[in-house]
């Protein structure tokens, strides 16, 4: 019997113990920056509008932001009636409104943005972490196959 035949069941069982462990690693990431995104909206103390789809509540997940973002373009859209900030003159001061109501909406977006690539990470990491205990499980299989086998 050759040292592959051996000793490939080895193979499996590292790379299994490698992606679980990334996987474990990937998933602590993932919490930890949206418990990070989380902490930097309940900080600002933003509560969303008595309009939006979700009202008066305090903005700290992806769905209260983007319910608030929406009430800020609503707003900013009528304020300016319906003109962009390319399509205000200069000099308008409502061009400075939009500009405040889009720098407004990035951050909210931003936000939003966040919870969501924490929320792809975590997944991400499950699915390594899966994908890696499957692979030590078939470890010992292939060591139990290969000791079957005559010489």
Known sequence: MGL????????PLQLGIGFAAGGVY?????????K???????AEQIISS????????????????????EV???????????????QIPRGDPMRDYYLHAVTLRTALGLAIMGFKISD?????GAFM??????????????RAANREEPD
């Open 4 to 11: 592959l035949q051996r000793f490939g069941w080895l193979a």
């Open 26 to 34: 990937m998933i602590s990431q993932g919490l930890a920056a949206k």
């Open 36 to 42: 990070e995104v989380r902490a930097a909206l309940v």
């Open 50 to 69: 008595a309009e939006s789809r979700i009202p008066r509540a305090l903005v700290q997940d992806a769905e209260t932001a983007a319910a608030q973002a």
């Open 72 to 86: 800020i373009r609503t707003h900013s859209l009528r304020e300016t009636e319906g003109k962009t900030f390319a």
């Open 120 to 124: 792809l990470v975590v997944g991400m």
């Open 129 to 142: 972490t899966a994908t890696g205990a499957a692979l030590v499980m078939i470890a010992p299989a292939m």
